[in-house]
């Protein structure tokens, strides 16, 4: 049973393909730091990363709207340098917080709720997010 629109299922597949290029981008980040730097803020990114991952479970949402979750992430930006990498996050955050805005309006009008609910929380994490990696970039 199909329990949305066509155009919402469309854009938690969205929001799923831009959670997993989070998490596969943010991993990496941490994984691949050199100098002090970088090492002083890799377990901060791979916290990031960690709950890009809960993030993910919007699949469960979509999954019970009755549509399949994409299995294709987003494309992946790493970086070479640190600076490079949180340039490339600031980006990704800034552009999933537009999108979760739109979802939540979209939800809202279709009088979904719950949906709208789950992206309330998960969109105040992205915030999150985009304070931490902007605040990085700071001198
Ligand atoms: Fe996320
Ligand atoms: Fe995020």
Redesign the pocket.
Known sequence: MVLASQKLLDMLNRAIA??MQ?IIQYMWQHIQWKGVEHYAVSEGIKKVAI??ME??EIAERLWYLGSKPTTQPDPIHVGDTLEEMLRNDVKAEVD?IAMYKEIMQIAEKEGDVATKEIFEE?EA??EE?HDFFTSLLEK
């Open positions: 831009g959670e989070a709950e890009e993030h993910a999933t998960i994490d992205e997010h």
